[in-house]
């Protein structure tokens, strides 16, 4: 994996301290997904530091799934992890499935029991939250919490055996009521759920909870850091904890950053799902979700995800991005990587009436202006074309250069075309404009005779082809992230999408296949879409516009 996240972050200094000090021979890192959803480019940043320092380090990466919550969980999105993860250039040294740690996870409950460091607890949920206390006030110990040792065990294995309801019991860490730290006032580490695990079917009815499960997994995995994000900085006591209560040989070292927020989006799995079930987006993969997957069937690349992590950093402390901040690093991958093309996305037809009617002629055009290197390509014009129909004004704004009646323009790679009349439809819309062109002013030719303001792009009516342009705009309207409560669905964007019929060039086209990139000119960047396209119709994703008054500060 190039250019890794770490170029210098706490972590990183964290990692070679410990590897300076010998603390570990090499280090093993692990990127733990929840399989309860698709992932998002938050969990790109944790992919691109885990794998990153593991590789920076010649150390390993775990990719394991945190599967311990069978209500949730599903196959479908073991699946698209792992494609995305590898999508992401994350090669992972193993493959893990918590659920497999389950023997081992009851085997060191039943530990802690024993030792007296656990017990079951019959309390109702709300009396539990009642007995908890507050921020302010210590909490209150638990009737059950003296149950003998025996008891305990008897009452944890029928728990096992299916013998009580859902909620009726649970397995508690037996730590302080008293503590500040409300995660250590005996939080619950097993809790009774009848429901089949994608993985472990019917085998178990009682479950461990994060807090539990989590570090034992590391440790079991001889995980040496275990990196996750700032919400966990309180759970940290706890996590130790656990690791040292149930006398596990390694003990892995919990270190927080800040979670990546962006503006104009919302990122929890939750909310994402909601979209998708609600349908207010079209699945995980819609262009314009934030997740890894619609990232990529609307066009951006690893590369520029990659940098956009770098460029971000990874801080202690929780701030939002401007969603704007992606784009910009986008557009830097793709200025060189995307060959350049003539669309015209909203056409208004040209007819240059002093062209002959059955000539055509092929005309040589640049294939990328920031690259002589990638050559030029031959592009059919005749005399009827296709322009923007926002290339046209009838009656001209103030500084506007482009057409209108009377005023001359050259077309991109050809000549100047005067406006000199236009057709209406029977409503007024202006269904074609026609011009004149001047043979003496072909592109190249060297003409120096007079000058136009405008250049404007064009495609030839006789061998464009027709294809759909879906434009995007942030789905969120402002900045209503996932901090802030509240229905996000009420600041849905209405016009996140806006999808056109137009034209484009034959050339580039001949062999486009889904994912492809071009440059159009003056539209921006484009995809073909993965889903929509098929051997017919070309359906293309607008992936950014090609400028943005956006800077990296
Ligand atoms: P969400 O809250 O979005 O549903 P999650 O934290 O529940 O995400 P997990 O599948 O549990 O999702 O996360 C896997 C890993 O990705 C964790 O280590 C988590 O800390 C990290 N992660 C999740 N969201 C972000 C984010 N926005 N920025 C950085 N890392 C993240
Ligand atoms: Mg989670």
């Not at 460029?311 to 701030?319: E, L, M, Y």
């Not at 009617?357 to 005749?382: A, C, H, P, Y």
């Not at 303001?453 to 342009?469: G, L, Q, R, Y």
Request: proline share 5%.
């Amino acid at each position: 994996m190039s250019n890794e996240i770490n170029s210098s972050n706490f972590i990183r200094n964290i990692v070679i301290e410990d590897l300076e000090q010998g603390k570990h021979k090499e280090i093993i890192t692990r990127f733990p997904p929840e399989p309860n959803g698709y992932l998002h480019i938050g969990h790109a940043k944790s992919i691109l530091l885990n794998f990153g320092l593991a590789e920076e380090f010649k150390g390993k990466t775990h990719l394991r799934f945190d599967d311990t919550n069978p209500v949730k969980e599903d196959t479908e999105y073991v699946e698209s992890i792992k494609e995305d993860v590898k999508w992401l250039g994350g090669n992972w040294n193993e493959l893990f499935f918590a659920s497999n740690y389950f023997d081992e996870m009851y085997t060191r409950a039943i530990l802690l029991i024993k030792k007296g460091k656990a017990y079951v607890c019959d309390l109702t949920v709300e009396e539990a939250k009642e007995y908890r206390g507050t921020l302010t006030k210590p909490g209150t110990e638990s009737p059950y919490r003296n149950r003998t040792v025996s008891e305990n065990l008897d009452l944890f294995e029928r728990m096992k055996n299916g013998e009580f309801a859902d909620g009726e019991k649970v397995l508690r860490a037996k730590i302080d009521m008293a503590s500040a730290n409300i995660n250590m006032r005996d939080p619950i580490i097993y809790r009774i759920s009848h429901s089949t695990h994608h993985n472990t079917g019917d085998k178990w009815c009682i479950y461990p909870m994060y807090d539990f499960a989590h570090p034992l997994e590391d440790a079991i995995e001889h995980i040496t850091h275990s990196i996750c994000t700032l919400e966990f900085e309180d759970h940290r006591p706890l996590y130790d904890w656990v690791v040292s209560e149930c006398e596990m040989e390694a003990s892995p070292r919990q270190i927080e950053f800040a979670r990546l927020n962006i503006t104009n989006t919302v990122m929890s799995k939750r909310k994402l799902k909601q979209l998708v079930d609600e349908k207010v987006v079209d699945g995980w993969d819609d262009p314009r979700m934030p997740t890894i997957c619609g990232l990529r069937r609307k066009g951006c690349t690893p590369e520029a995800l990659r940098n956009f992590c770098t460029a971000i950093g990874v801080a202690k402390s929780n701030s939002t991005v401007d969603s704007q901040m992606l784009d910009y690093f986008v557009r830097e991958d793709l200025q060189l990587k995307a060959p350049l093309a003539m669309a015209v996305l909203n056409p208004l037809k040209l007819v240059i009436t002093n062209y002959p009617e059955n000539e055509t002629e092929m005309l040589e055009i640049e294939n990328n202006s920031k690259d002589e290197t990638q050559g030029t390509r031959l592009v059919q014009f005749s005399r009827e074309i296709y322009i923007e129909r926002e290339d046209f004004m009838e009656i001209p704004a103030k500084k506007y250069f482009r057409l209108f009646p009377g005023n001359e323009v050259r077309l991109k790679g050809a000549y100047f075309v005067k406006c000199n009349e236009i057709i209406k439809d029977e409503n007024g819309i202006v269904k074609e404009i026609h011009c004149t062109y001047d043979p003496e002013t072909k592109s190249g030719s060297g003409f120096t005779g007079r000058k136009v303001k405008a250049t404007i792009h064009w495609v030839d009516v006789k061998t464009c082809v027709s294809a759909e342009f879906r434009l995007y705009e942030p789905l969120i309207l402002d900045d209503d992230n996932d901090e802030n409560e509240g229905n996000f669905l009420e600041h849905i964007n209405p016009n996140s999408m806006e999808v056109l019929q137009g034209f484009i060039e034959p050339t580039a086209f001949k062999d486009a296949k889904p994912q492809d990139k071009f440059q159009m000119v003056r539209n921006g960047f484009f995809a073909v879409d993965t889903k929509y396209t098929t051997k017919d119709k070309l359906v293309f994703n607008r992936i950014v516009p090609l400028k943005s008054s956006f800077k990296l500060s």
